[in-house]
């Protein structure tokens, strides 16, 4: 069966510091790829999606991530994170003609000390 | 613009009891899905609709669990009866148009405690 591993539970940065959330998936074929964030008290939104052309997606807030077909990777960058960046972070995977479903990971919990 | 809505915000039933919960998409929205979020994992896709017809319940348990979709608007997703297990947020969204190209707006989930 197809999953998504993200494999920090838990990250904890100081503000300025460099974040990378790391996330693979487990299919060989097309996926279309997603991160969705939940801020404390708010709603799961998302973050930035790829679908097809550069690897390299920019979303909002600052955020950017690479898909790196080799590695089966989609992970989450962003080069100076701010407390308000605090929220849980969840990558996401649609296997393009495989039972069209889509599989979340379990989520990163960030935290940005101030 | 309205975003999702869903009640009731916070549910607590004891086990072999059933429960309703209710999804108002965005205006418009054709598509509306369910998700199951047990704490700590993420979203578990139930069930999909297109306006009033179901695109994939291929993960909803039928021997427990029914939604319904009737007029193509509000949905309502049923437990009936209620395992400890069942206990999770309860996650409604809307996007525009069936396909994973169309961005989900979530609503803000009904918690279900089992006891």
């Known amino acids: 069966a197809q999953s998504v591993s993200q494999h920090n539970h838990h990250v904890i940065l100081s503000e300025a510091a460099s974040l990378e959330l790391g996330c693979n998936y487990s299919y060989g074929g097309t996926v279309n790829l997603f991160w969705y964030v939940q801020y404390p008290g708010q709603h799961l939104q998302l973050l930035l999606k790829y679908f097809s052309g550069d690897p390299l997606v920019k979303g909002i807030k600052g955020f950017e991530a690479e898909f790196i077909k080799s590695k089966f990777s989609f992970n989450l960058r962003k080069p100076s994170v701010q407390w308000s960046d605090t929220a849980e972070y969840f990558c996401a995977v649609n296997p393009v003609n495989r039972d069209d479903k889509i599989i979340f990971g379990k989520g990163t919990r960030l935290h940005i000390l101030p | 613009e309205a975003g999702v809505a869903q009640s009731p915000r916070y549910k607590i039933i004891e086990k072999r009891q059933s429960v309703a919960f209710w999804c108002n998409p965005i205006?418009?929205?054709?598509?509306l899905y369910w998700y199951q979020q047990i704490l700590g994992q993420g979203p578990k896709l139930l069930i999909q609709f297109q306006n009033n017809g179901v695109v994939d319940d291929s993960q909803l348990p039928k021997d427990r669990f029914s939604a319904e979709r009737l007029k193509g608007v509000d949905s309502t997703l049923k437990i009936q009866p209620a395992k400890l297990e069942d206990s999770a947020v309860y996650l409604c969204?809307?996007?525009?148009?069936?396909?994973?190209?169309?961005?989900?707006?979530f609503g803000p989930g009904t918690r279900l405690t089992v006891l």
């Open positions: 969204a809307s996007s525009l148009e069936v396909g994973w190209d169309n961005e989900q707006f």
């Open positions: 205006s418009g929205h054709a598509t």
